[in-house]
C-alpha cells in the first residue's frame, strides 16, 4: 500500500479487518445467493479457474450446484465487463456491466481497422449473419457459427494472426456480447471451464462511470483514485469526475483513502474482531483484485518470503498478483496453499501458527474442492503438470512440523 501519511491514526489491521468485513469474510453468510454476494461484495473475476467457486463458498457456503443453478436461471452471468475482462456479475448489474466494458471491443475493430483494413461495414454485416443463424436455435460454439455464416467471415492471414486474430469473427462476437444481443454460455454449465457456445440475447445496455464508481466504492472502500482507474479501465480524467460525483469521502482529514459517505459513521466505530477467522481464497478473489495492491495485505515479513518455486530472489510482496492461492485472517494473509488432484489434499504453508481453527478450514475448503469442483486452477491453462513445482514447494516448506511457520 503506497504511503499515506493519515494511516497511523486509523491502522492498518483496521482497514484489512474492515476489507475482510465488507467483504463478507469475517463470517459466513449462510442462506445469501450468488447474486446477492456479489452485488454486495463485487464482481468475481472468472478466467476459467476455480475463483467464482471458492469465493462464494467462503463467503455464503454456497456449493457448485448451487451457483451452477443461477448461471442456468441467469441470476448470475460471465460477461465482459470492467477493462473488457470477464466477470462473474449479479443480474441487476448485467446493464453496467456492459456498459463499462465496451470500450474494449470497440477498441479492438478500431485497431483492426487501421491494421488489418478490416471495414465497420463488414463486421457489422457479419454481426446480422451471425444473428440470423442464432435466430435457428443454439448455443452455437465459434466453429459452428463459422460454418453456418460462411463468406461473411474473412480470414486475416499472416498480418492477423500476429495479432491475435485469425478471422473477423471474434471482432464481432465482441462486439454483439458488448451489446447485449449475444451472450456465452459455458457447454457443461460450469464457471471454472472454458467451452462455450453462443445464444441471442436481448440485454439493456446502460450506465457509466459514477454508476461504477459508487459500486466501487462501496465494495472496496477505502480505497483510492489509483485504485479505482485499475478496477476501471478508465482514463485519469473520466476516474476523477466519476469519483468526484460519486461523492466518496476521505477516511481522514487529507487521506487519498476514500470511501462511501454512509459508511464514515461505521467505519470509524468498527473494531477488529478479536479472535481469527480463517478462509481460503484464489489468488485472484476480489478482497486483493478490487485493489490490486498486493503489499497492504501483507505483514512486512510476509511479504519478504521467497515465492513457492519462484525464481531466486523473487519475494512474495513483490508480486503484482499472487502466484498461489490465499489464506486469510481478518483481510491479513497468513497463507498460501494449492490443491494437489494426484493426492486430492490441499497443501498449504501457514505464516502464522496452525490452530483448530486454521485445520477446520483447510479440511473444509479441500473437502469442497474434492467433492464438488475435482481441481481449483488457478486459471484456464492452469494444470496439475504446471502446478507441480509449487506444490512440491508448499510441502517441503510445510515439512518442518504441523504448526511450524516456515
Known amino acids: 500500500m503506497e504511503h499515506d501519511p493519515h494511516l497511523e491514526a486509523v491502522g492498518v489491521d483496521k482497514l484489512r479487518a474492515w476489507w475482510s468485513h465488507r467483504q463478507w469474510l469475517d463470517r459466513p453468510h449462510t442462506g445469501a445467493s450468488a447474486a446477492e454476494v456479489l452485488a454486495a461484495t463485487g464482481w468475481a473475476r ?9 469465493g462464494l463458498f467462503a463467503r455464503a457456503g454456497l456449493g457448485r450446484a448451487a451457483v451452477d443453478a443461477e448461471v442456468a436461471a441467469l441470476r448470475v452471468h460471465e460477461l465482459p465487463s470492467a477493462r473488457g475482462c470477464t466477470y462473474v456479475l449479479p443480474a441487476e448489474d448485467f446493464a453496467l456491466g456492459l456498459a463499462v ?6 477498441g479492438e475493430l478500431a485497431a483492426a481497422q487501421k491494421h488489418l483494413g478490416v471495414g465497420r461495414d463488414e463486421v457489422e454485416q457479419l454481426c446480422l449473419a451471425i444473428e440470423r443463424a442464432l435466430a435457428a436455435g443454439g448455443p452455437l460454439d465459434p466453429t459452428t457459427i463459422r460454418e453456418s455464416v460462411g463468406d461473411a467471415v474473412r480470414p486475416l492471414g499472416e498480418a492477423g ?32 471451464q472454458q467451452r462455450y457456445g453462443y445464444v441471442g440475447w436481448d440485454q439493456p445496455v446502460h450506465g457509466g462511470a459514477v454508476d461504477l464508481a459508487r459500486r466501487y466504492f462501496s465494495w472496496a472502500g477505502p480505497a483510492t483514485l489509483k485504485h479505482f482507474r485499475w478496477f476501471s479501465g478508465f482514463s485519469a480524467a473520466t476516474a476523477r469526475q466519476a469519483v468526484a460525483e460519486a461523492g466518496p469521502v476521505p477516511v481522514a482529514p487529507g487521506s ?19 479472535e481469527p477467522h480463517y478462509t481460503l481464497l484464489a489468488g485472484i478473489d476480489g478482497i486483493h483484485l478490487l485493489h490490486r495492491d498486493l503489499p497492504r495485505l501483507l505483514d ?23 502466484q498461489t492461492h490465499l489464506v486469510l485472517d481478518r483481510g491479513r494473509i497468513v497463507g498460501l496453499w494449492e490443491y494437489d488432484p494426484e493426492r486430492a489434499e490441499i497443501v498449504h504453508r501457514s505464516f502464522v501458527p496452525l490452530d483448530d481453527a486454521l485445520r477446520e478450514a ?7 474442492v474434492r467433492d464438488e469442483l475435482g481441481d481449483a486452477r488457478g486459471f484456464s491453462l492452469d494444470s496439475p503438470k504446471s502446478r507441480a513445482p509449487k506444490i512440491a514447494a508448499l510441502r517441503a516448506e510445510s515439512a518442518s512440523g504441523d504448526g511450524t511457520p516456515v
Do not use: W
Not at 486474430?165 to 457443461?188: D, E, K, W
Not at 459517505?261 to 478479536?274: I, K, M, R, Y
Not at 483447510?362 to 469442497?368: L, P
Open 46 to 54: 472468472s478466467v476459467g479457474g476455480a475463483a467464482p467457486y471458492l
Open 101 to 106: 466494458g465496451a470500450a474494449a471491443p470497440a
Open 161 to 192: 494472426r500476429k495479432r491475435g486474430l485469425a478471422t473477423t469473427l471474434p471482432l464481432a462476437l465482441g462486439l454483439m456480447q458488448s451489446r447485449g444481443r449475444i451472450r456465452r454460455v459455458p457447454v457443461n454449465g460450469r464457471l471454472d
Open 256 to 274: 487519498e483513502l476514500l470511501l462511501p459517505p454512509e459508511l464514515a459513521e461505521e467505519f470509524a466505530e468498527f473494531e477488529v474482531p478479536a
Open 300 to 322: 512486512p515479513a510476509d511479504a519478504a518470503r521467497p515465492l513457492p518455486a519462484g525464481r531466486t530472489g523473487r519475494a512474495f510482496g513483490s508480486e503484482t498478483d499472487p
Open 362 to 368: 483447510v479440511a473444509r475448503t479441500e473437502a469442497f
